[in-house]
């Protein structure tokens, strides 16, 4: 069975400080993976995704991805965090659709990011 | 193109009543999900469909039921509301059951109070 896990319930960060969001997985085979963020009150939007190629993925918002097969992980990071990045984020992995999975996402636990001025 | 929306946004239930959650999608998604949201849980998936008439069972279906009698709705049910359903529901729809890539659009969330 798939799972995520992050390991930060609570992360806090100076604006303007660089940021790195830890998720590891465990799926059986190529994972498609995802980073989702959602504002207080607000739906998930998606920040990124994984699914091949290149291990380093370019999102929105300036944030990136990087896939480390070895180690399992999927962190997401940002050079330079702005206020407006105060949120909780989201890691999932995705199951390949078709046979019984049918394209189903597993969610981690989130982590909430707090930005200090 | 108004994309995933959710009806209602907020509702106040007694112990024991019913309600439905409405899900309307206008993209033409073949998959449609419904997940709960509970703190430090991340995500749990309800039901989910695969297509219209077409319905299964995800991580945590007890105590709910679901309808789709038409491709851009997905209806989630409680016969019986209970404290413990207390939460915050989403719904998402996906396009394409072929294309693994495919992308979970997602709703603005309906939050849910059983007293």
């Known amino acids: 069975a798939q799972s995520v896990t992050q390991p930060d319930i609570h992360i806090t960060v100076s604006e303007g400080a660089s940021l790195e969001l830890r998720c590891n997985y465990s799926y059986g085979a190529t994972p498609y993976l995802f980073w989702y963020v959602q504002s207080p009150g607000q739906g998930l939007q998606l920040l990124l995704k994984?699914?091949?190629?290149?291990?380093l993925v370019q999102g929105i918002k300036g944030f990136e991805a990087e896939f480390k097969r070895s180690q399992s992980s999927f962190n997401l990071r940002k050079p330079s965090v702005h206020w407006s990045d105060a949120a909780e984020y989201f890691c999932?992995?995705?199951?390949?659709?078709?046979?019984?999975?049918?394209?189903?996402?597993?969610f981690g636990q989130g982590t909430i990011l707090t930005v200090h001025p | 193109n108004a994309g995933v929306t959710q009806t209602p946004k907020f509702r106040v239930l007694k112990t024991g009543q019913s309600m439905t959650l409405l899900c309307a999608q206008d993209m033409n998604h073949e998959y449609m999900y419904w997940y709960r949201q509970d703190p430090g849980m991340g995500l749990r998936l309800i039901h989910y469909s695969v297509g219209e008439g077409t319905t299964a069972k995800g991580e945590v279906p007890d105590g709910y039921n679901v309808s789709r009698l038409k491709k851009q709705n997905f209806l989630l049910g409680l016969e019986s509301a209970a404290p413990s359903q207390t939460s915050v529901y989403f719904c998402a729809s996906r396009k394409s059951p072929g294309l693994t890539q495919e992308t979970q659009y997602f709703g603005p969330g309906t939050r849910l109070l059983v007293l």
């Open positions: 994984y699914f091949s190629g290149d291990t």
């Open positions: 999932a992995v995705g199951a390949r659709a078709g046979g019984t999975s049918y394209g189903k996402l597993t």
